[in-house]
């Protein structure tokens, strides 16, 4: 909670209870698809309405404290805003994890051979989880 405070106030937003339960959830979950954020906020706020999160989501994300996460095959999701790093989604229980590597070298690679000048990336690798795997 107080990191979130710290981060809200770094941004000159004022730290709502409405906004620390958004962010909370959001990291707890690591990705979350608003409707999913919605059910779990009205739990804690049952007067929040949609536009209410959507709003505040906006404000989040402007501020860079959020970032959207696109995946393919799922629906939008949110995350904290984090350093960059590398998704792994499993294809049998949809869950993604984060995994924070050094891209730099790779990044590198990239435009030495293509002349192609890298500003933004969003890296998915698509597999099995560790968790699933155990089933097995
Ligand atoms: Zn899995
Ligand atoms: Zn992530």
């Known amino acids: 909670m107080e990191r979130f405070k710290d ?6 937003l004022k ?9 909370e959830c959001i990291d707890t979950h690591g990705h979350i698809d ?15 309405s949609k536009a ?4 505040n989501i906006n404000d989040l994300l402007a ?12 629906k939008q999701k949110y995350e904290i805003k984090k ?4 998704h792994l989604l499993c294809s049998q229980c949809d869950t993604v994890e984060d995994i924070f590597v050094e891209t730099n070298a790779l990044f590198e690679t990239i435009s030495s051979q293509s002349g192609f000048q890298i500003q933004k990336s ?3 690798m698509n597999g099995v989880c560790k968790r ?3 089933k097995k």
Not at 15 to 23: F, G, K, N
Not at 83 to 86: E, F, G, R
């Open 63 to 74: 501020f860079y404290i959020l970032e959207e996460v696109k995946l393919p095959q799922q």
């Open 52 to 55: 209410t999160l959507y709003r």
């Open 83 to 86: 350093v960059p790093h590398i």
């Open 15 to 23: 730290s709502t209870h409405q906004r620390l339960a958004i962010l």
């Open 34 to 48: 608003i409707e999913t954020l919605f059910e779990l906020i009205l739990q804690k706020y049952p007067t929040m």
């Open 122 to 124: 969003f890296i998915v």
């Open 7 to 12: 981060i809200l106030k770094a941004s000159n």
């Open 132 to 134: 699933c795997l155990s």
